[in-house]
C-alpha cells in the first residue's frame, strides 16, 4: 500500500521560512514525478513545484519561483519543499503527490493526472 506522509506546516509570519517533508512509503518513486501542490480556501487545487522522473529537473509554479525549492532523497524515499520569504497568499493546504506526467513540454501538471497523494499539511501565514 502506498502511503504519501506529510510534515512540517504550521503557522508563521509574513517573510518567515517552513520546510514541508514527504516520506513514500510503500513503493520507491525515484523514476516517477514527485511534487507538491496546494489548495487555498474556496480555490481549486494549484501545482506549486515538482521534480520530473528523471530526478533532475524541477518545475515551479511562477508565483513560487526564487522562493521555494524542491527537494529530493531518494535514498529516503522523501521529497522537500523548502519556502522562504513566506506571503499571505500562500496560505493553504500543501499536498504532496507522486506519479504525474511532468516535463519540459508539459510544465504545469494537473491535479487530476496525479496518481498518489498525501493527506496534506496546513500552512497558515499571517501578515
Known amino acids: 500500500q502506498v502511503q504519501l506522509v506529510e510534515s512540517g506546516g504550521g503557522l508563521v509570519q509574513a517573510g518567515e521560512s517552513l520546510r514541508l517533508s514527504c516520506k513514500a512509503s510503500?513503493?520507491?518513486?525515484?523514476?516517477?514525478?514527485m511534487g507538491w501542490f496546494r489548495q487555498a480556501p474556496g480555490k481549486g487545487r494549484e501545482f506549486v513545484a515538482a521534480?520530473?522522473?528523471?530526478?533532475?529537473?524541477?518545475y515551479y509554479v511562477e508565483s513560487v519561483k526564487g522562493r521555494f525549492t524542491i527537494s529530493r532523497d531518494n535514498a529516503k524515499n522523501t521529497v522537500y519543499l523548502q519556502m522562504n520569504s513566506l506571503k499571505p497568499e500562500d496560505t493553504a493546504v500543501y499536498y504532496c503527490?507522486?506519479?504525474?506526467?511532468?516535463?519540459?513540454?508539459?510544465?504545469?501538471?494537473?491535479?487530476?493526472?496525479?496518481?498518489?497523494w498525501g493527506q496534506g499539511t496546513q500552512v497558515t501565514v499571517s501578515s
Open positions: 510503500g513503493r520507491t518513486f525515484s523514476n516517477y514525478a
Open positions: 503527490a507522486a506519479d504525474f506526467p511532468i516535463s519540459r513540454t508539459v510544465k504545469v501538471a494537473r491535479e487530476e493526472t496525479v496518481v498518489y
Open positions: 521534480y520530473g522522473w528523471s530526478a533532475i529537473t524541477t
